[in-house]
């Protein structure tokens, strides 16, 4: 497989997966106990919060469905796609370093479940990121 099938079926997988990491964030609320939690928080610290959480599952949304309709432009390595392939990029790179650097492994929830659940995300943000900033890296340099 050439480098350019490579990277047109790995872009349509990764537009498709940021639909399947926004599943797995709706289960966070009900997983993490947030309405037990979050009942403690002031009303506006709760909201800044449910806030965060929107835009966060707004730029996940965004993420797939520029991917999914920019994709030939992406292929093609047109120079505004390009930028949005960096970001995307970056984006899931800084992920993965603030689960490396910022939380702690006794931070995570306990039990076999959530164990899996954060190796198959981690998994799900290095393809992500390695596709993106791939994609970039053979389009600018390749």
Known sequence: ??????????LWVAGVGHFGILLASFQVP????????LAHLMPFNRKLLWVQSGFTAGTI????VLTLTLHQE????????????LFIGLYWTARL?????????????????????????????VCLAATYLGLFAWKTWG
């Open 1 to 10: 497989m050439n480098a350019s099938s490579l990277f047109d079926l790995a």
């Open 30 to 37: 009900a997983r993490l106990k947030w309405k037990e939690d």
């Open 61 to 64: 949304i965004a993420f797939g």
């Open 74 to 85: 992406m292929m093609r390595g047109d120079r505004a796609a390009l930028a949005l392939v």
């Open 97 to 125: 370093a603030v689960d490396a650097v910022y939380y702690a492994r006794e931070d995570w929830p306990k039990g076999r479940t959530f164990a899996i659940g954060h190796i198959i995300l981690n998994v799900a943000f």
